[in-house]
């Protein structure tokens, strides 16, 4: 039985906090979560089920935005026409990046704000990330484009930060050439 999330909205004051390290390996109780994450975020991204049980389309989430203050991220990547990725990192860390700066074009959204938000962020083409799955295994995630875009976002949430808060006040958007900063 399918049960939606509760997530936080942006002015929760709690979603500004930076988050904690995660003990690992992840108790039984925050995997039941995970896959209730999973489950919606997979749903979210198939039309026919987002609109069954009214969901926004959503392709990550991380764990402070349901009020747990814990450096755990979620990740659901559609890569073909109903096949989804599934990410799970517990205490990622960025540990390089491209110099290269891409943003998403349509801009970005998030499933605490309820709201559109104009303007275009600016995130790095590639990143490979670090962190440990359920089990306290250590991973490496290379991610590029639209995932790395996605980790990024997630990332930030557990430091406190929005997406709307990297948006350039003076350069709200950029152009067609101007997506692909080098």
């Given at each position: 039985?399918?049960?939606?999330?509760?997530?936080?909205?942006?002015?929760?004051?709690?979603?500004?906090?930076?988050?904690?390290?995660?003990?690992?390996?992840?108790?039984?109780?925050?995997?039941?979560?995970?896959?209730?994450?999973?489950?919606?975020?997979?749903?979210?991204?198939?039309?026919?089920?987002?609109?069954?049980?009214?969901l926004r389309p959503g392709m990550g989430l991380a764990f402070p935005?349901?009020?747990?203050?814990?450096?755990?991220?979620?990740?659901?990547?559609?890569?073909?026409?109903?096949?989804?990725?599934?990410?799970?990192?517990?205490?990622?860390?960025?540990?390089?990046?491209?110099?290269?700066?891409?943003?998403?074009?349509?801009?970005?959204?998030?499933?605490?704000?309820?709201?559109?938000?104009?303007?275009?962020?600016?995130?790095?083409?590639?990143?490979?990330?670090?962190?440990?799955?359920?089990?306290?295994?250590?991973?490496?995630?290379r991610a590029r484009e639209e995932l790395a875009i996605a980790f990024?976002?997630?990332?930030?949430?557990?430091?406190?930060?929005?997406?709307?808060?990297?948006?350039d006040k003076n350069h709200r958007f950029y152009g067609e050439y101007?997506?692909?900063?080098?």
């Amino acid at each position: 039985m399918f049960k939606k999330l509760n997530i936080l909205d942006e002015k929760e004051k709690s979603l500004r906090k930076k988050s904690v390290e995660a003990t690992l390996p992840i108790s039984d109780e925050y995997k039941k979560i995970i896959k209730q994450i999973i489950d919606e975020l997979t749903y979210s991204q198939i039309e026919e089920l987002a609109e069954k049980y009214d969901l926004r389309p959503g392709m990550g989430l991380a764990f402070p935005q349901l009020g747990i203050n814990e450096r755990i991220i979620v990740i659901v990547h559609e890569v073909d026409d109903g096949k989804f990725d599934e990410y799970v990192v517990v205490n990622p860390k960025i540990i390089s990046y491209s110099s290269e700066m891409i943003a998403a074009e349509a801009g970005e959204g998030c499933l605490s704000v309820n709201r559109d938000v104009d303007g275009h962020v600016k995130r790095h083409a590639r990143v490979t990330i670090e962190g440990y799955d359920i089990n306290g295994n250590k991973i490496k995630i290379r991610a590029r484009e639209e995932l790395a875009i996605a980790f990024q976002h997630e990332i930030d949430h557990l430091d406190g930060i929005l997406f709307y808060d990297r948006i350039d006040k003076n350069h709200r958007f950029y152009g067609e050439y101007e997506l692909r900063l080098i």
